[in-house]
Nanobody, 126 residues
């Protein structure tokens, strides 16, 4: 049974760095050919893809967030981490980690994912 679990602070101050971890069980994050993404949903808006780290360790980011985003992994703990710097209240959202079983041209489409974490609310406020 594959499970993903997000963890991290629920409140971050403006200009600080948001850091979230996704712990994965039931499958190794290095298994071919899975892609491990971070996705968020701001209040009243649709899903927004942030970026992924692939089974190989390669990464890709949304162009709109690329300058502030870093995704890394710890294979010994089977988890991957999102860091989003210089946050503003506009980064307030529910943040999800999810797995795609293949490479795709549209990581914004929720149908491309087969497993999701339950999501974690992150609020950016002073």
């Amino acid at each position: 049974q594959v499970q993903l679990q997000e963890s991290g602070p629920g409140l971050v101050k403006p200009s600080q760095t948001l850091s979230l971890t996704c712990a994965v069980s039931g499958v190794s994050i290095t298994t071919n050919y899975y892609y491990w993404s971070w996705i968020r949903q701001p209040p009243g808006k649709g899903l927004e893809w942030i970026g992924y780290i692939a089974y190989s360790g390669s990464t890709a980011y949304s162009p709109s967030l690329k300058s502030r985003t870093s995704i890394s992994r710890d294979t010994s703990k089977n988890q991957f981490t999102l860091q989003l710097s210089s946050v503003t209240p506009g980064d307030t959202a529910v943040y999800y980690c999810a797995r795609s079983p293949h490479s795709t041209s549209d990581y914004t489409d929720p149908r491309e994912y087969d497993y999701w974490g339950q999501g974690t609310q992150v609020t950016v406020s002073s």
